[in-house]
């Protein structure tokens, strides 16, 4: 009887278990490159215990960093795509030789959300694919050097060149700040942040009304006034990009003006956000997935619609105040209490919305004084004596951009997966750029100064929002029930705790009693899954 060689033996042993060790590094590679990056940071979704002390200090200096940078590069966009509209009042279409009984002044506004439009496929792209500071700093930098470009455009061809790569440099910004608060921040602090910017066309309507009041008297041999308000604002946002790219962090893994442990403390308390932070990978099936989604197509409706009024209001504002009969300086003073409303609208829809933990009863709400607004511009004479109650009629109108953040913040904490994310975002960009292209058309300077046609549209699409409110609704509360009926069906608990709509001290109450009581919620926070796929997901309305 012969005895095995024992190298005989030990050798397959050895090459099977390096197989066996290198299959699974591969599917370790393969199941780490789908997640959100905040895992690896996180040890492969190891839990840490954040207090309240250590939550309210991280945000803080999140706030202190982020917001800044947020705030001012919104009200210089704001600026920049209204410089049109003030540039009106001060001679532009006589100089540039617009028809202003032709609709050339209308594309101008129109063209630029045109580029918008077009750009939103590639900008979902790189926003996911790119490091999202540097990206932004880029693209600041690219928009204020074509406004610079528009003060020697002395033509109708030549505004609508520069317009349109303005549009197209900009098609970024505000899809990447809505990334950034979702991927700095707990739902529940979501809607201020996302208002706190958005709030920036309201400072837009005040101090841009007060720069091109001092600009206007600037006179020049060789400028227009146009012109030099077009090189002001294009100077001052150049100057500005250079501190984005070098200041704008590109996620909470990679801040510099955060520690270790404090990073690792800015990814934990996003957890039960059940939406991740940021992959830098391209998924195809969250393409389809927020193409077939009904919500995207609910908030995509409302923002077209929303859309629509602003449009035509950012454009034809002022001339609107001047067919009231008032000189052009005083146009642009008139113009500044449309700003603060706008404001106030704005932040305190944001913070009522936060109180209430709902946005749909205050989505509602804010419609109701826009249409009070154009009831009464569309009843009231034009003679001056009626003046006082048409700005109060126009004032009311200002209520609107309250609308839009909280949208966007209603469509962010309700979409989970970076690529849906993104997408979704997207999405809603073109329908609000096709609200804005569309806007403009419906006010022609020949119709002033009644606009009778924009007033009978812009009323019929707040009713419209309102409608749509209600269906989002309606649906977000089916889609809850599916989902607490799949947790039923794998043994979890139906009703859960949503801790990213709580304060920072329930937040950490109720984590421990979700930790003890209900095991497994929270596991595929940073799986880069869809709100869909994740039955932990919560939606809110």
């Known amino acids: 009887m012969s005895t095995a060689d024992p190298s005989n033996i030990i050798e397959p042993q050895v090459c099977k278990n390096e197989v066996d060790t290198i299959e699974t590094v591969q599917k370790q590679a393969e199941s780490k490159r789908g997640r959100d990056?905040?895992?690896?940071?996180?040890?492969?979704?190891?839990?840490?215990?954040v207090s309240p002390e250590d939550n309210k200090h991280v945000l803080r200096k999140i706030d202190l960093t982020i917001l800044p940078i947020l705030l001012i590069v919104y009200c210089l966009q704001s600026l920049d795509k209204t410089t049109l509209s003030y540039a009106s009042v001060f001679g532009l279409i006589e100089d540039a030789n617009i028809n202003p009984k032709s609709d050339e002044y209308s594309w101008l506004g129109s063209i630029v959300y045109i580029a918008q439009l077009v750009m939103q496929p590639l900008v979902a792209l790189l926003l996911v694919k790119l490091p999202i500071g540097k990206f932004t700093g880029v693209m600041v930098f690219l928009w204020g050097a074509i406004l610079c470009c528009m003060t020697a455009a002395t033509s109708f061809s030549g505004l609508m060149v520069t317009r349109f790569l303005l549009g197209a440099f900009e098609a970024a910004v505000a899809p990447a700040f809505?990334?950034?608060v979702q991927m700095w921040y707990r739902r529940s602090e979501q809607t201020n942040r996302n208002a706190a910017w958005y709030a920036m066309l309201g400072v837009v309507n005040i101090l841009g009304s007060l720069l091109t009041y001092g600009l206007g008297h600037i006179a020049s041999a060789h400028l227009y006034s146009y012109q030099i308000i077009f090189l002001f604002c294009g100077l001052l946002t150049v100057v500005v990009s250079v501190f984005v790219f070098i200041f704008m962090p590109d996620s909470p893994m990679e801040a510099k003006f955060l520690s270790h442990d404090e990073k690792l403390i800015a990814v934990e308390r996003l957890r039960?956000?059940?939406?991740?932070?940021?992959?830098?990978?391209?998924?195809?099936?969250?393409?389809?997935?927020?193409?077939?989604?009904?919500?995207?197509?609910?908030?995509?409706?409302?923002?077209?619609?929303?859309?629509?009024?602003?449009?035509?209001?950012?454009?034809?504002?002022?001339?609107?105040?001047?067919?009231?009969?008032?000189?052009?300086?005083?146009?642009?003073?008139?113009?500044?209490?449309?700003?603060l409303i706008q404001m106030i609208a704005t932040l305190g829809g944001a913070w009522l919305a936060t109180k209430q933990k709902k946005k749909s009863p205050v989505l509602i709400l804010l419609c109701v004084p826009p249409i009070i607004g154009i009831i009464i511009l569309m009843v009231v004479g034009r003679e001056k004596k009626h003046r006082a109650v048409l700005l109060v009629g126009y004032y009311l109108t200002s209520f609107y951009p309250g609308i839009s953040p909280l949208i966007y913040s209603w469509s962010g904490q309700n979409t989970g997966g970076d690529t849906?994310?993104?997408?979704?975002?997207?999405?809603?960009?073109?329908?609000?750029?096709?609200?804005?292209?569309?806007?403009?058309?419906?006010?022609?300077?020949?119709?002033?100064?009644?606009?009778?046609?924009?007033?009978?549209?812009?009323?019929?699409?707040?009713?419209?929002?309102?409608?749509?409110?209600?269906?989002?609704?309606?649906?977000?509360?089916?889609?809850?029930?599916?989902?607490?009926?799949?947790?039923?069906q794998m043994g979890k608990a139906a009703k859960i705790v949503d801790l990213s709509m709580e304060t920072s001290r329930q937040m950490m109450d109720a984590d421990e009693a979700v930790n003890a009581e209900v095991g497994g919620v929270g596991e595929k926070a940073f799986d880069d899954e869809t709100d869909l796929k994740n039955e932990d997901f919560i939606y809110v309305f």
Do not use: C
């Open 178 to 180: 809505i990334a950034v």
């Open 272 to 339: 039960m956000n059940q939406m991740g932070v940021a992959s830098r990978v391209w998924k195809w099936g969250h393409v389809m997935e927020a193409f077939l989604d009904l919500k995207t197509w609910l908030w995509f409706s409302m923002l077209t619609a929303v859309s629509i009024p602003s449009g035509g209001i950012s454009t034809f504002g002022p001339l609107i105040i001047k067919a009231f009969g008032f000189s052009k300086f005083a146009t642009i003073l008139f113009n500044m209490p449309f700003g």
């Open 420 to 488: 849906k994310r993104k997408v979704t975002t997207g999405i809603l960009f073109i329908g609000a750029s096709a609200g804005n292209i569309i806007g403009p058309h419906l006010f022609t300077p020949a119709e002033a100064p009644h606009y009778s046609r924009g007033l009978r549209s812009n009323l019929a699409l707040f009713v419209t929002i309102a409608v749509l409110v209600v269906l989002a609704t309606a649906w977000i509360k089916i889609l809850n029930r599916r989902h607490a009926a799949t947790r039923t």
């Open 37 to 49: 990056k905040a895992a690896e940071l996180l040890n492969a979704n190891e839990r840490l215990y």
